[in-house]
């Protein structure tokens, strides 16, 4: 369903809409340009550089890939419709990165690794690995891929006081600007566009909590008893359930979703990605407060635009205008600066909109580099270390982020803002029931081999998408794929609470035992990209 907002935006709010927009376009793809001088070789255009940005510039930019247009526009709207499952849900977010960051930022730095492929390969010492984990993190991406894109479009013709029919050539637009920045940049490009993004988005979300606190004298409680008073739903919107119900099915399909984000968002590819060219423990500590403040202070702005939109205008207007409230942080502007002519006349409104566009297309960039790297290291027939062209690696690479560009414009543009909610959910789900179970496994299990890996990603796989295909994800509900249909016969919305189970026990089938019977342990022979590096970081600072 597209923003179900008006599609004017004159005066001020759409001159400082344009600018702020044009001047992040120019910064962005600027930095970019100062990147691309330092990707001639694989190590600077997929890892930028090795260390280069340093605990602080790497928190940041770690902090700029998880911030998303999920974290922005669902999240909020999960606030404004459901209080405190939404809540939790950005609590859950910011956990989920700092046991991330806690957990696997020493475990994955490893020199010359770039992707989850090539990290498994090096750990287990068989590259059979590596497309398993290569279709594993490309179903991943794709579905987050195509929805920030479609955002971008969406919000290219909003800010530009386009017809919807534009949503076609805003999304090609954006497509453009994302493969600029990933081909040209690399990580390095990505990167800054990143740090700059978290400052865009921290700037605008703090203005947009301190209006809405204002309104209610600067007392959280005062506006948390608005937004309960105006919801409709009583004592409901401040106790979890609201969102999926109080039944048993319900009670589970929120104990497996709150499961899905904190396992599932701490494996993203494009996440892990930034973490192998880590320099140190040290530094990977230092990185985790960077990157966790940031979310942690977005998520909080979040939570606060969730409530001041309830409070505001009730849940009964924000549902209308998307069931799954995914406008509620820009109505909610329109509701604190209310001006003639609609809510896109207001300058706070063009504050939230560019940032909300700079997160999309910043991590579309970040995403779409991700997956590229996939496709060149893990389906490209990696050779043996020393043996590879730098010049053709870059090249297959910087062709593989055309390749996922277009495909990406075309699919996106083809799709709109169908299946939004289902998309985000199949990443998350795989992401936790797959990517989770081999990562850990492979770091923490003695005897993990290829076999187990290979059982984990193709026997999960069909069972995401079988269970999901079932569900009232994709038929029989308001938000579902086709909302006219009802074929549901699974109950749960989330199949996280199978599906993640089922990943961690099959990735256990394929332990190899030694002669006599004791396992093998998995870093009994380390590779030389992990070897003389300890399981948890210690003492690689010292």
């Known amino acids: 369903m597209p923003l179900a907002l008006p599609s004017t935006l004159p005066g001020d709010g759409e001159s400082l809409a344009v600018v702020v927009f044009l001047g992040f376009v120019a910064v962005s793809l600027l930095l970019c340009g100062l990147a691309a ?101 490309l179903v991943v991406l794709a579905p987050l891929l195509l929805v920030q894109l479609s955002t971008v479009g969406r919000l290219m013709t909003v800010m530009f006081g386009l017809p919807d029919g534009a949503f076609t050539g805003c999304t090609v637009a954006g497509g453009a600007l994302m493969v600029c920045y990933a081909a040209f940049g690399g990580m390095r490009g990505v990167g800054y566009v990143q740090i700059l993004k978290v400052g865009v988005v921290l700037t605008a979300l703090l203005i947009l909590a301190g209006v809405v606190l204002a309104r209610y004298g600067w007392s959280p409680a005062a506006l948390a008893g608005a937004a309960r008073e105006r919801s409709g739903a009583g004592a409901d919107y401040v106790r979890p359930g609201l969102h999926f ?35 140190d423990a040290r530094t990977a500590r230092r990185a985790v407060g960077w990157a966790v403040g940031p979310v942690a202070v977005v998520c909080a702005g979040v939570v606060v635009a969730g409530l001041g939109a ?24 329109g509701a604190l600066d209310p001006v003639a002519g609609g809510v896109r006349h207001s300058m706070l409104f063009a504050v939230v909109a560019c940032a909300v566009f700079a ?32 010049a053709a690696e870059i090249r297959r690479a910087r062709l593989g982020i055309v390749v996922v560009g277009a495909v990406a414009v075309v699919v996106s543009a083809a799709l709109g803002d169908r299946g939004r909610t289902t998309l985000i959910a199949l990443s998350f789900t795989v992401a936790a029931s797959v990517l989770a179970p081999v990562l850990l496994h492979s770091l923490l299990l003695p005897g993990h081999s290829a076999r187990g890996v290979r059982r984990t990603v193709y026997g999960t796989l069909p069972l995401v998408v079988l269970l999901l295909a079932g569900s009232p994800a994709v038929s029989g509900t308001p938000f579902a794929v086709l909302p006219g249909h009802d074929f549901r016969w699974f109950p749960l919305q989330t199949p996280g609470l199978v599906t993640i189970p089922a990943g961690f ?38």
């Open 359 to 390: 997160t999309t297309l910043a991590a579309v960039a970040g995403i779409t580099l991700a997956a590229a790297s996939s496709l060149a290291r893990d389906f490209g027939g990696r050779p043996a270390h020393g043996s590879a062209s730098p």
């Open 245 to 279: 119900g109080h039944s048993l099915a319900g009670r589970l399909d929120l104990i497996g979703f709150e499961a899905t984000l904190l396992v599932g968002a701490a494996c993203l590819p494009h996440i892990t990605m930034r973490l192998h060219p880590v320099k």
């Open 505 to 542: 026990l099959l990735g256990l089938t394929g332990r190899t035992p030694r002669r006599g019977g004791a396992p093998r342990a998995s870093w009994a022979r380390p590779s030389t990209a992990v070897r003389a590096r300890p399981l948890d970081g210690a003492g690689a600072d010292l």
């Open 37 to 137: 001088a330092d990707t001639d070789d694989p190590e600077h255009f997929y890892a930028g550089g090795g260390a280069a940005f340093g605990p602080v510039g790497g928190g940041l930019a770690v902090a700029g890939d998880y911030i998303s247009a999920a974290t922005l526009l669902s999240t909020t709207g999960a606030v404004a419709l459901d209080g405190a499952d939404g809540v939790l849900f950005a609590c859950a977010t910011v956990v989920s990165l700092a046991a991330m960051m806690r957990f696997l930022a020493g475990p994955l730095r490893a020199k010359g690794v770039f992707t989850l492929g090539d990290f498994l390969a090096d750990r287990l010492e068989d590259r059979s690995v590596r497309r398993a984990l290569g279709v594993a993190s």
């Open 310 to 333: 309830c409070a505001l205008l009730g849940r009964g207007p924000v549902r209308a205008a998307d069931p799954g409230g995914a406008t509620a942080l820009l109505m909610v502007t």
